[in-house]
């Protein structure tokens, strides 16, 4: 029984001290595969050297996180493109809108986000988006593109259920991570309604670790916790929810 993180920032400075334990918990816990979603520019190196580092266990993807569009982001859009003529990347990501912590880019913050739905296509690469405060920005981005072949995931998904529907119906696969295992997040009551046909598991990593670290450093052997949840809401046994979510990264990701 193995499992796939499919979003973890383990190349971050919060690991710098522990970076090989934390591999190792990762492995001791079943967890073989973890992709690795990018920042911005500064952020390129670390995630190569720790994908390098674990060939067989780290990949890495491409992209520009909607916090980091800044009057920059242009400039931010090359760097991606020249990174995709370089290096082998499994994923464009993370990418999208967020308007939850500032507003004032929003309009380049849909920019970059079209411009990467495109990238994603040329180079027939997933699409990992992170959205927060913006789905009807998110889908209304998607929608010109509808029916060319997208899918990815939309990650650390927290939206309704018939949210969830649509992007699945757009060809995405839904992340879930430690939310799930918060008490009142209310995703417990969209992933019992959904199954598990549409799910991936992810930690985003350092971030929101699952009860019982909740408010801790996350990190991806916590991937358990988070599969442990889906298995009791569902009823299924831990053993499908791992063989299940797996095939869903691997059809994602295509590894």
């Not at 920032?9 to 970076?19: A, G, K, N, V, W």
Request: charged share 25%; hydrophobic share 35%; proline share 5%.
């Amino acid at each position: 029984m193995f499992f796939t993180d499919t979003h973890s920032h383990i190349y971050l400075p919060e690991f710098d001290s522990d970076r090989d334990d934390v591999m190792q918990r990762a492995f001791k816990n079943n967890i073989n595969k973890i992709f690795l979603p990018n920042i911005d520019s500064k952020s390129v190196p670390a995630m190569l050297r720790l994908a390098g580092e674990y060939p067989q266990h780290c990949f890495p993807m491409i992209g520009l996180h909607p916090t980091s569009v800044k009057e920059n982001y242009t400039r931010e859009l090359e760097n991606v493109e020249l990174w995709l003529k370089k290096e082998k990347f499994y994923g464009i990501g993370e990418v999208g809108i967020d308007l939850y912590w500032d507003t004032s880019f929003r309009k380049e913050q849909i920019k970059a986000f079209s411009h990467q739905i495109q990238l994603s296509l040329k180079h027939k690469l997933p699409l990992i988006i992170h959205t927060r405060n913006s789905f009807p920005e998110i889908f209304s981005t998607l929608m010109p593109f509808s029916g060319k072949k997208l899918k990815g995931i939309f990650h650390s998904f927290t939206g309704s259920i018939e949210q969830a529907e649509k992007a699945i119906q757009m060809g995405f696969k839904i992340g879930i991570n430690g939310i799930v295992s918060f008490k009142n997040s209310g995703l417990d009551k969209t992933v019992a309604a959904l199954g598990t046909d549409h799910l991936v598991l992810e930690t985003d990593s350092p971030y929101l670790a699952p009860v019982p670290y909740r408010g801790k450093r996350n990190e991806s052997a916590y991937l358990l916790h988070i599969a442990e949840k889906i298995a009791e809401i569902s009823g299924e046994k831990l053993e499908t929810v791992a063989n299940k979510t797996n095939r869903n990264a691997l059809e994602v990701y295509g590894i």
